[in-house]
């Protein structure tokens, strides 16, 4: 069987990193999408990673980055979404609109337009997983904000997923432990989930959707990584 090929969106960030490693120690054909050129020159290491520049701000940027992504290996076979802009930390009474909006801008609508591009495109037995984050359930100080787009996120997803059912799967895995990415590193706990494990994990997921069947995914710690969650676990998602 040959290898997946896999588009990984936002592949210069720290979770994006981690599932362009992770899985392409694991096998599957990688291309590596940005919006920044001089980012993706990492991937240029003779491992065999493509690249493709291009950026979300609109469905018709993101069709033209999903072409783009066919011509290394003659097409795709799943995308992972794991693009996010930081923002600022303070009440949100202190928010003006204009600033909200573009919190929506980055984080939200890049994923809505990358979906509404790249999920009819992809192949029947295709699968598009989008990163979301924990906050989703609860709220840290000064970040409401992040609460609110990761919940509307995460309502995002599983309204693809109802809607859309005569294509390739939709998923979306919520990361509630903390990632041990690039810009932690020197932090980092031991119990931290690695960023390559986080693509260990998306790629069990693309391998197995029937295993992992969604549409909210969630994961909490190293010893899930690769395995299916629970019953409970499942029914806080």
């Known amino acids: 069987m040959a290898a997946k090929r896999l588009l990984v969106l936002g592949a210069c960030g720290d979770i994006g990193q981690g599932i362009v490693r992770g899985a392409h120690a694991r096998g599957f054909r990688l291309v590596a999408g940005d919006r920044n050129a001089e980012r993706l020159v990492r991937y240029e290491d003779g491992s065999g990673i493509a690249t493709v520049v291009g950026d979300l701000g609109s469905v018709e940027a993101a069709i033209a980055l999903w072409e783009a992504a066919q011509a290394p290996f003659g097409g795709i076979d799943a995308v992972a979404i794991a693009v996010n802009a930081p923002n600022a930390t303070k009440p949100l009474l202190e928010w003006s609109s204009a600033e909200m909006a573009e919190v929506y801008a980055t984080n939200l609508l890049t994923h809505f337009h990358a979906i509404k591009a790249m999920l009819p495109q992809l ?43 005569d294509g390739a799967q939709i998923r979306e895995l919520m990361l509630i432990s903390m ?10 706990e031991p119990h931290w989930v690695m960023d390559t494990e986080v693509g ?13 069947a969604g549409p909210i995914l969630r994961l909490e710690s190293r010893d899930q990584i690769g395995k299916p969650e629970t019953a409970l676990e499942r029914a806080f998602a």
């Open 123 to 165: 192949p029947r037995d295709g699968m598009l997983i989008g990163i979301g984050g924990g906050t989703a359930d609860f709220i840290l100080p000064k970040m409401a904000q992040l609460s609110m787009l990761q919940a509307a996120q995460r309502m995002m997803y599983r309204g693809f997923a109802r809607e859309y059912r």
């Open 179 to 188: 990632i041990n990415g690039e810009r932690k590193r020197d932090i980092a």
């Open 200 to 212: 260990e994990h998306v790629c069990a997921i693309i391998e197995d959707p029937e295993t992992f």
